[in-house]
């Protein structure tokens, strides 16, 4: 019964911006920390960034000052606005549900965001 369902991802140049969304269901949303976990090719997944049901953040080095996440209790949604995107940032984007840090966890079903000319 639990759905993470993402949207937003897609080809952007270079330097551009993109904006990923994710829809939480079927989990009591104030309790879970949310998170954006990003896959390339080959290599392990990683996190990118986090916000904890209180509203702390923070992010993966590599994204800090480009990336911004961001939460809507009411909607039970979770938001990733990318700036400034490379073409390193290529990858396939995961939304996590962790309730006490990993006590329970949901993923999403991951979405492709591709930085290229």
């Known amino acids: 019964q639990v759905q993470l369902v993402e949207s937003g991802g897609g080809l952007v140049q270079p330097g551009g911006s993109l904006t990923l969304s994710c829809a939480a269901s079927?989990?009591?949303?104030?309790?879970?920390?949310m998170a954006w976990y990003r896959q390339a090719p080959e290599k392990q997944r990683e996190l990118v960034a986090i916000i904890t049901n209180s509203g702390a953040t923070d992010y993966a080095d590599s994204v800090k000052g480009r990336f911004s996440i961001s939460r809507d209790n009411g909607k039970k949604t979770v938001s990733l606005t990318m700036n400034s995107l490379k073409p390193e940032d290529t990858a396939v984007y995961y939304c996590?549900?962790?309730?006490?840090?990993?006590?329970?966890?949901?993923w999403g079903q991951g979405t492709q965001i591709t930085v290229a000319s």
């Open positions: 079927g989990i009591i949303f104030i309790n879970y920390a």
């Open positions: 996590n549900a962790d309730y006490h840090y990993g006590h329970s966890m949901y």
